[in-house]
């Protein structure tokens, strides 16, 4: 839930089987009190301080080059096209999705009970 590098979970309440956590996206939710949690610091905390220097050592680590759908041809990406340097449409996958403030969650998803609070917008 807050596996990431510098993120982290707090513990604000236990009452009964579940504990309740206060996640980095601001959500409340619920969960077992029987689960395990590590508990410290990340190594290396300025490992995002570490600069690339150049393509050839992304592409050592199997990051291939990535256009921006902007740059291409409506055929290619639904933000593509325009006449001259145009901005482009809404952000959107490749598949046409939106990229940003798209509700992915499944409304009926069985785990909502254990959300107390959502995150704030």
Request: with cysteine.
């Given at each position: 839930m807050a596996r990431s590098a510098g993120t982290?979970?707090?513990?604000?309440?236990?009452?009964?089987?579940?504990?309740?956590?206060?996640?980095?996206?601001?959500?409340?939710?619920?969960?077992?009190?029987?689960?395990?949690?590590?508990v410290g610091v990340v190594s290396n905390a300025d490992h995002n301080l570490e600069s690339d220097g150049k393509a050839g050592r992304q592409r050592w680590f199997g990051r291939r080059p990535h256009n921006r759908g902007v740059v291409m041809n409506p055929v290619d990406h639904p933000m593509g096209g325009g006449e001259g340097r145009a901005s482009g449409g809404h952000p959107r996958s490749r598949k046409g999705i939106p990229a940003k403030g798209y509700k992915t969650r499944n409304p009926k998803a069985t785990s909502n009970k254990f959300i107390i609070e959502r995150r704030k917008k």
């Open positions: 982290y979970a707090q513990l604000t309440a236990r009452e009964g089987k579940h504990a309740i956590l206060r996640l980095p996206s601001g959500e409340t939710r619920m969960v077992l009190t029987a689960c395990r949690a590590t």
